[in-house]
C-alpha cells in the first residue's frame, strides 16, 4: 500500500507541478534605465567630458591650421632644411591630434562604462526584488521578445516603483 502511495505521489508531482501556471514577466529594460536619475547623470558627465576632449581638439587643429598656414604663406621663400622641419612639425601636429582623438574616443568609453556599472547593478537589484515579491520564475527583457501575449505580466511598472522612478 505505501509502495502504490508513494508511486502515485511521484507520478503526480509533476502534473501538480505543471498545473501550476508559472509567473513570467517582462521588462522594458530601456525603458526603466533612461527613466532613472542616474542615467541622466552619467549622460551629463559623458557630455561634460567630450565637451572637454572636443576644445582640446579645437586647440591642436587651431595649431594646425596656423602653422599651415604660416608655411603656405613661406614655403616658396625657405630653404630645403628648414621646409622639411615645417612639413615635419606639420606631420607631428597632425599626428598628435589623431592620437589625442583616439585617447579620447576611449576614454569616453571607459568613462560610460564605469558610470554604466552601478545603474546596472541598481537595475538587477530591482528585478530581482519584484522578481522575489511577486514571485516571478522569469523576468525577461521585452526588447528580445518576438512575441507578448495580452495577458503576459508586464513588471516595468513594478521595477519602476521600486526604484521610485514616476
Known sequence: MLKKFVLVALVMLPVIAFAQEPKIAYVNSMEVVVAMPEYKLMQ???????????????VLSDEYAK?????????????????????????????????F????????????????VPIQNKFQKAVNDVG??????YIVNSQALLYVAPSAVDATPLIKKKLGIQ
Open 44 to 58: 551629463d558627465s559623458v557630455k561634460k567630458s567630450e565637451s572637454e576632449f572636443q576644445a582640446e581638439l579645437k
Open 101 to 116: 582623438e583616439q585617447y579620447a574616443a576611449q576614454k569616453q568609453d571607459e568613462l560610460q562604462q564605469t558610470l554604466s
Open 132 to 137: 522575489a515579491e511577486n514571485n516571478f520564475l
Open 67 to 99: 602653422k599651415l598656414s604660416d608655411y603656405v604663406a613661406q614655403r616658396d621663400s625657405l630653404n630645403a632644411s628648414i621646409k622639411a622641419r615645417r612639413e615635419a612639425e606639420l606631420t607631428d601636429v597632425q599626428q598628435k591630434a589623431s592620437n
